[in-house]
Structure formats: C-alpha cells, structure tokens
C-alpha cells in the first residue's frame, strides 16, 4: 500500500541523504506541504490516516476515514470511543499494527454535534442570551 507523506521543510531537511529512490520502492511517496483544501481532499481518499495532530483526527472522523494517532494522549477522546480514530502510543514499532487494526471491524459512527450546524447553534443560543438581555434592561410598563 503506498504511503503518501506531505513533508514539512523542517523534515525535509533531516531526511537529507537518505536514499528517496529506495523509499519509493518500498512504496513512500514524498511530496511537499499541500494546502488545507488539497489535504482534506488527500485525507478524503486514504484508506486511513496517520498522523500526531488533534485536528487531523477530527478530520479523519468527519470524513469516516480511520485514523491512527501516534501519541500516547488526545484531546479528541470522543474519536476513540466512537471507534473513528485509535491511539498507538508513541513507539514508532506500532505502526506494523495498522495492518491487523485494519482488518478489524470498527464501529465507526457518527460524532454527535459533528453536523456542520454548529453555527447556527451558536446562533440560536446568542439570540436567545440577547433576547434575555434586552427583557432585563427593558423600562418597567406602565400600568
């Protein structure tokens, strides 16, 4: 299965020397850093995703792709316990578990409030707050 790996320039740089020819072969393909519209559309078509970042394993989820995060702590529990995204640790020797992990069948659900409609959420709950502003500041009627 070939990886692709969007290199940031700082890696870039440590990976100087190293043979590109042979990590190609063993089916690595290097490319440089994407743009966010052009790395979700990369995420959207994985059979899953590696990565270390919190925002990528929300990614990942919202777009039912599996995800395995190579750290030993998230901020994200909510895509563990819903199956979306599973914490290896930080040994980079759990990366040959990806195999097995996806050959398992995974509840992968939706996330609750991952809709999209967060906004007009937010909406509702400011005009309801000002609406209560504006009752309590409102000169008492005449009777």
């Known amino acids: 299965m070939p990886v692709v790996f969007p290199v940031h320039p700082r890696t870039q740089a440590r990976l100087t020397g190293l043979d590109a020819g042979r990590l190609h072969e063993l089916g690595l393909r290097l490319c ?3 743009g966010y519209l052009e790395f979700l559309a990369l995420e959207a078509k994985a059979t899953f995703v590696l990565t270390d970042s919190g925002g990528i ?15 030993d702590t998230t901020e994200r529990p909510v895509t563990v316990e819903l199956g979306t995204n599973s914490v290896l640790g930080v040994d980079p020797d759990q990366i040959r578990t990806i195999t097995r992990l996806l050959e398992t069948e995974r509840a992968t659900r939706e996330i609750p409030l991952w809709d999209g409609k967060a906004g007009e959420r937010a909406a509702k709950v400011i005009a309801e707050f000002l609406e209560l502003t504006q009752q309590s500041s409102a000169p008492p009627k005449a009777r």
């Open 57 to 71: 394993q929300e990614e990942t989820s919202a777009l039912g792709v599996r995800c395995f995060t190579l750290r």
């Open 32 to 34: 440089p850093p994407l």
